[in-house]
């Protein structure tokens, strides 16, 4: 049983529009989200992370929004380039455990 | 970037062999992690560690053990492995169990 879900396997966006990696889960409990960027044959790298008590996070041109009564988080890049071209990945966790569980991730092209 | 290396990079061997993975930071991280992924699945916690001789099961632990003797080392013992083994391995670290991971180059095992 999935309890994050990232429903869009793979998303194209031109370059300089916005990029949008939505992400869902099905534990209340969740409290802490993560977003990681993969590229192949490399490490995830942390992205931004938002915890329940905020319903916004922006760092740069990363912002992530959490709706937790609809139980969803959103990555938003603006604007995007090519260099952002990779799998993005949500992560969540509750308070109690810390143990994050990740989505399946979304692979992200940016066309030029 | 967080000082996370991996042991072999990659590595095959044959089902029944004992394979031991490692994992070594030099940034005094308390946590450390073990995920696997495959696809489909994202990145699915194996074990974690949350100081030196203590461990804790993830959500696919089974026919895998772990030790931590050292803060910087965190071993992955596939005692006999299985083709179902077969996958990429992440070492992941952690200031704090709140705290974003940061991830190691990972290790492909392929389980013939």
């Known amino acids: 049983d999935q309890q994050v879900k990232q429903n869009s396997p793979s998303l194209s966006v031109q370059e300089g529009r916005i990029s949008i990696l939505n992400c869902d889960y099905t534990?209340?409990?969740?409290?802490?989200f993560l977003w990681y960027k993969k590229y192949p044959a490399e490490g995830p790298t942390f992205l931004i992370s938002?915890?329940?008590?905020?319903d916004k996070n922006e760092d740069g041109r990363f912002t992530v929004f959490l709706n937790k009564s609809a139980k969803h988080l959103s990555l938003h890049i603006v604007p995007s380039q090519p260099g952002d071209s990779a799998v993005y990945f949500c992560?969540?966790?509750?308070?109690?455990?810390?143990?994050?569980?990740f989505g399946t991730g979304t692979r992200l092209k940016v066309l030029a | 970037d967080a000082g996370i290396t991996q042991s072999p990079r990659h590595k095959v061997t044959e089902t029944g062999t004992p394979v031991t993975l490692r994992c070594h930071q030099t940034?005094?991280?308390?946590?450390m992690y073990w995920y696997r992924q495959d696809p489909g699945h994202g990145l699915r916690l194996i074990h974690y560690?949350?100081?030196?001789?203590?461990?804790d099961k993830g959500e696919v632990s089974d026919g895998y053990s772990v030790s931590r003797s050292k803060t910087e080392d965190f071993l992955l013992t596939l005692e006999s492995a299985t083709s179902s083994q077969t996958s990429v391995y992440f070492c992941?670290?952690?200031?704090?169990?709140?705290?974003?991971?940061?991830f190691g180059p990972g290790t492909r095992l392929t389980v013939t």
């Open positions: 992941a670290i952690s200031e704090s169990a709140e705290y974003e991971q940061y």
């Open positions: 534990n209340s409990m969740f409290d802490y």
């Open positions: 938002i915890s329940s008590i905020k």
């Open positions: 992560a969540a966790s509750d308070s109690g455990t810390y143990k994050y569980i």
């Open positions: 940034e005094n991280h308390r946590y």
């Open positions: 560690s949350y100081g030196v001789k203590d461990t």
